[in-house]
């Protein structure tokens, strides 16, 4: 059987694991027989196995390449109530992983230790992706966190300097005693597989009219800081910006092919100084963007099929609503219901509906022909067996090593 070690970012090998690959069947079956008959059945009513859930918009950093600095501290958020129900609503849906992220910093807030403490006590894999300044709030519940579990620290920096730049956070916050509270954390449970994010800023990116920090030199250093303060991988990615008018993530746009290269070629050589300083346990992980942007693929990435079927398998639950993909947070065509669609049995329903809608009616090769999309290969290899003639009893599982999705 097919393994999925070093599969970090292959979707369709996820969802072919044991966990989720009855619901795979049931969707990929639905879509040929709407496609075969306008009399069909509703979507299966299968919740999302995996949702992204912004607890707040509020941030205490400014990040001047803060892809969501449009969405954030708006002074909206989820209550504890409206979590825990669309917790349990999703759990018995076949909600399988929770990713507390933004949007704003999920660890400020107010009811952060007890919304982790209401998806562990649903069985729930969690990730928290955070920007260190309170991880003494993590610190409080690290005891219930389990194997598989992660909390991965947006650092995009290696050096004092640079962090204090990419990320203007309140005095007192430093990287060297985020890195301290990291490490203390891992201390009380070395099951949490604790990530250090990195987020690839070259020379001449702006953002309106601001001219953010470059922090390619950082590169190889970041690998040092995860040596030395027990991290277990380092995650690579690069940039995005968010399109002025559509508000949807993109990269390298407009495209300028002479500045690409350059560019490429300048961070290739800070990653392969990367690798070479990197040695077991740590890992040097390369976002699927980043990938097909050295491999010069990334224009592939924008080339989406009419279906977005990721939209069935993951969701955003954000203060601002629900949305069938990350990329599209904040934003119209992405909104599939209110932050209290997940609320109940009945809103739930609702919500697949619109969902439903969505699935048929967003055209993801059109509206999605300017993001690189993380879903690319798992939706067009999605596409291709709907149209195949292969039963769904068929598709090869994986070796189901509860994988996070
Ligand atoms: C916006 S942050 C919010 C969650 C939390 N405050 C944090 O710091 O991780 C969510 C993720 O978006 C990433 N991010 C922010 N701006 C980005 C950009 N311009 N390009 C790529 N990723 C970005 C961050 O590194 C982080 O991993």
Redesign the pocket.
Known sequence: MEKLTRKEHDFSAKLRQKSVIENLRQYIAWQREARRSPAHPPLPALGPVSINLDLTTA?N?K?P????SGI?NTGEDISLDVIRDSVDTLAAKGLLSVIL??????TVHRDFEEIVRVVKAKGLQVGI????SRLERVASVAGILTEGDWL???L?AAREETFEKSHKPPAKVTLEKILSDAQAVKKLNSNISLGY?F?IVWDGIRYGNRELTPNLDDIPEAVVKAREYGFDYVSY?????RLEGSGK?SLFDPPDPGREEKVIQAIGKRLDQAEKLCAPPVKVLRSVNLQAMMEGNLHELKRQPVVCHSQFFRSVLAPAGIFHCPALRGVSAGRIGDKEGYRSAARFLETQASLERSVQSFDASRECSVVVCFYHHVNWWIEKFIQSSTPVTLIPEVEDNNFFL
């Open positions: 941030c950093f990040c390449h803060c892809v969501d954030i992220i933004g949007g704003g910093e999920p992706a955070t920007n260190g991965r620290l947006s995009d994010s987020v990615k690069p940039c995005l910006l993530e």
